[in-house]
């Protein structure tokens, strides 16, 4: 198991920086407004040939009236004790504050190795304000200044030096499936991913955009191994106003493009509406795998037909591409949350089915020859050969005399065709018609 270290302080001291530094990618928001990072938010780093996690937290708050000051105690008690190393960063433009100490005493408890970091110390005029962090009772302390990198590297060194060798890893490993729970704000992603893992990793509450960070979490149950991606909501562009709000939407959206399958998050108390549409589109453009689930089904009031309509008014919405899975669920009362998980599963697998060339022909070749393409303008389109592309998800090419005479009604019919045969059932597959 690689180290896992925790980063930790009161908001605003310029942990999330930190962290984006650590993990080389912009990953964590960073925002001047005080309080941006609410839930942990994880990443992968290395140094001096070891490799290590990064835990970015919310910052510790007391004595606050914002609804997220308790939960984002919580998160940072949570990190402690997952935690092997403890980055405690303060901020030398301020001093010793009231909640630093909070801190610190949280920390003084603590019997794993502890790193105080005086941030923003970005040239040599301010080395000597931070002598007074030595107050915190923590011992020895770094500076750095996370905005430009300086003295990180210092850091790192101390940090590695407390760290155990690496063990040896398995090259031929496959890197774990990525599933993308994404939706429109508060439809229940995080409740869906608490309830899945059985502990509160993600903070929720009844307030619209809580998750404002995309958040890993390994799931390893009941024979399934793969790693949950709690996205922010997406919201309509009109309705983004602040920069806070469009860092969410870009993180929900580079999460998608880096998924395998898209587990898309619907309110059963709203319906099926504009937004979710767009996410669903925007999954099937990027071309992952999509499973939809139905949360809050137990607050729906039902009659016989009503889990049929329901299912038939989404298909609706979502047309061509029609064939989905649909999972009606309860991430409160866990009502088919395991049926949930085991089609996302079956959605990957499909995902990666590769179709042997001489098998695919005598199939394909079959159908056309009994439906062939209609003639246009007298003249007779003949699909000779065709073929799976080599390539991550499932595209098949058919060779042709006239490609530019296959209608769109046709390439559908193919679609239809190959679905029902290899049960591609909610992953968009590719055809392309090509000169032979």
């Not at 191994?225 to 469009?246: H, M, P, Q, W, Y």
Request: proline share 4%.
């Amino acid at each position: 198991m690689n180290s896992i270290v925790a980063i930790v302080g009161r908001p605003n001291v310029g942990k999330s920086t930190l962290f984006n530094r650590l993990v080389q990618r912009r990953e964590a928001i960073v925002d001047s407004v005080s309080g941006v990072t609410r839930d942990r938010h994880y990443g992968k780093s290395d140094w001096n040939g070891k490799e290590f996690s990064v835990i970015d937290t919310g910052g510790y708050i007391t004595g606050s009236d914002d609804i997220f000051e308790g939960e984002i105690r919580k998160q940072v008690n949570l990190a402690i004790e997952e935690a092997d190393l403890i980055v405690f960063v303060v901020n030398v433009e301020d001093g010793i504050t009231p909640m630093d100490a909070e801190v610190a005493k949280l920390l003084r408890k603590v019997k794993k190795p502890i790193f105080t970091v005086v941030n923003k110390v970005d040239n040599a005029m301010r080395e000597p304000d931070a002598i007074e962090f030595y107050n915190l009772g923590l011992g020895e302390y770094h500076t750095i200044a996370s905005i430009n990198g300086s003295g990180t590297g210092d850091l790192l060194d101390a940090l590695a030096e407390k760290m155990p060798a690496p063990e040896e890893v398995d090259l031929e490993k496959e890197e774990l499936p990525r599933f993308a729970v994404v939706g429109r704000p508060n439809a229940g992603k995080s409740s869906f991913i608490n309830s899945l893992i059985g502990q509160d990793r993600n903070i929720v509450t009844n307030i619209a955009g809580t998750t404002r960070d995309s958040i890993d979490t390994k799931y390893n149950r009941f024979g399934f191994d793969f790693n949950l991606v709690d996205t922010a909501g997406i919201r309509k562009k009109s309705r983004v106003k602040e920069d806070l709000e469009f860092y969410s939407v870009m993180r929900a959206v580079r999460s998608i493009e880096y998924s395998d399958v898209i587990v898309l998050v619907v309110d059963a108390t709203r319906g099926f509406e504009g937004q979710d549409q767009n996410i669903f589109w925007l999954a099937e453009k990027n071309r992952k795998g999509v499973v939809i689930l139905i949360n809050k089904w137990d607050l729906v009031e039902k009659e016989t037909n009503t889990m049929r309509d329901f299912e038939a008014m989404v298909r609706k919405q979502i047309e061509p591409f029609t064939d989905v899975p649909i999972v009606f669920i309860s991430a409160l009362t866990k009502q088919r949350l395991f049926k949930a998980i085991e089609t996302a599963v079956e959605v990957f697998q499909r995902r990666k089915t590769k179709i042997q060339t001489s098998k695919f022909n005598e199939t394909m070749l079959e159908i056309i020859k009994n439906s062939p393409p209609p003639a246009i303008k007298g003249k007779f389109v003949k699909i000779k050969y065709c073929m799976q592309l080599p390539t991550q998800t499932p595209q098949f090419v058919f060779f042709c005399n006239l490609p530019q005479y296959v209608k769109d009604s046709y390439r559908r019919f193919l679609e239809n065709k190959l679905r029902d045969i290899y049960d591609f059932s909610g992953v968009p597959i590719t055809i392309y018609f090509r000169q032979k």
